[in-house]
């Protein structure tokens, strides 16, 4: 039996005004409605990130069954409250400008977390108005295990996967998709990005985790 793997994760972009709590796919048991899972495929949690530690919290805690925890950087604001929801929030910086500024970041280093080649989903709820930042990423250019990065260039939610494999060519197999809408209007949004053999399908949620704003596919697999 094959398993899809979800990462349930609670992050932000490196920018003013963002924010995250806990979001929900069909392994956690939460509310909000996803996309079915093909039937072939068991879901398995890799990690789950509710992100609402106390201020000043130091450790970024996984209640999910592989208690993968993460470390908060001292630029980053924990226990703020936005509209109901208690969260992170995130100083603005100029991007791919040095610098690097890792206290502005949550890091996390663990192998489980690695897309691999296989069926894997990250979903990330969040709230931003800025025009430019990464949510969240694992990985580099041809880092074995795989990476997975999803940012929002103007604004736009885009998601990239790449499976770590290098081919005769030199280059590992990749896919990429990008929203026709913009979502940094400061409201919560949810973003599922699944990779499966079929592609890479790419949802995104209004605040109340259930009604789908935009949901696209790109055919082809990573590899």
Request: contains cysteine; aromatic residues 6%.
């Amino acid at each position: 039996m094959s398993h899809a793997r979800t990462l349930l994760v609670a992050t932000g972009a490196v920018a003013a005004t963002v924010a995250a709590v806990l979001t929900a796919a069909p392994a956690s048991g939460a509310t909000a409605k996803q996309p079915k899972t093909p039937a072939t495929a068991t879901p398995v949690t890799v990690a789950d990130w509710q992100m609402n530690e106390a201020k000043g919290a130091t450790v970024m805690v996984d209640s999910g069954p592989n208690k993968i925890n993460g470390v908060i950087g001292s630029g980053v604001k924990t226990g703020t409250v936005i509209q109901g929801a208690t969260s992170y929030q995130f100083p603005w910086t100029k991007p791919n400008t040095p610098p690097a500024m890792p206290q502005n970041l949550v890091t996390v280093d663990d192998s489980r977390l690695n897309p691999g080649t296989g069926d894997y989903a990250v979903v990330v709820r969040y709230r931003t108005t800025s025009s430019f930042g990464n949510l969240i990423q694992k990985g580099q250019n041809k880092t074995v295990g795989g990476y997975f990065k999803v940012e929002m260039p103007g604004g736009h939610v885009t998601c990239m996967y790449k499976d770590g494999v290098v081919g005769p060519n030199g280059k590992v197999g990749q896919r990429a998709i990008k929203t026709l809408g913009t979502y940094k209007d400061g409201q919560w949004h949810t973003l599922r990005c699944e990779r499966t053999a079929a592609g890479v399908t790419l949802t995104i949620y209004a605040a109340d985790g259930v009604t789908v704003q935009e949901k696209r596919f790109i055919k082809g697999p990573t590899g």
